[in-house]
């Protein structure tokens, strides 16, 4: 579900830079500020909304929401420590040969060595 949600916010972004930046700003028509056209000057009234404006109006709002949508999912998510995820096995004792039975053994396998080139 996430990776979905992601797909749409990069490709939305994507056509939210392309969208404003097709767009004419309103300071392009500075020559039209002292003279006639009052309805695309700097400070005129705003005309008639273009296609532009709300296809960046609805981009914006799809952005948004698609942003809000990934930082709730990805605040919920709650991390396991490294520890909680080994699991411990109990091994069992492993009988280690202490040092004086290993001692006693060993003289007499070289005697046994010894005996034999006699």
């Known amino acids: 579900m996430s990776i979905l949600i992601t797909i749409i916010h990069v490709i939305v972004c994507l056509a939210l830079i392309l969208i404003v930046l097709l767009q004419t700003g309103k300071g392009a028509n500075m020559g039209s500020l002292f003279g006639g ?3 695309s000057s700097l400070f005129g009234s705003g005309g008639a909304s273009t296609f532009l404006t709300k296809a960046t109006t609805i981009a914006a709002i799809i952005f948004m929401v698609t942003s809000l949508i990934l930082t709730s999912t990805s605040g919920k ?5 490294v520890i909680e995820k080994t ?4 091994t069992k004792d492993v009988k280690t040969e202490t040092p004086t039975s290993a001692q006693s053994k060993q003289p007499a396998a070289e005697s046994s ?3 034999n080139t006699k």
Do not use: R, W
Request: charged letters at 25%; proline letters at 0%.
């Open 113 to 115: 060595d010894t005996d």
């Open 37 to 39: 056209g009052s309805s």
């Open 77 to 81: 998510k709650q991390a396991m420590s």
């Open 87 to 90: 699991k411990v096995t109990q």
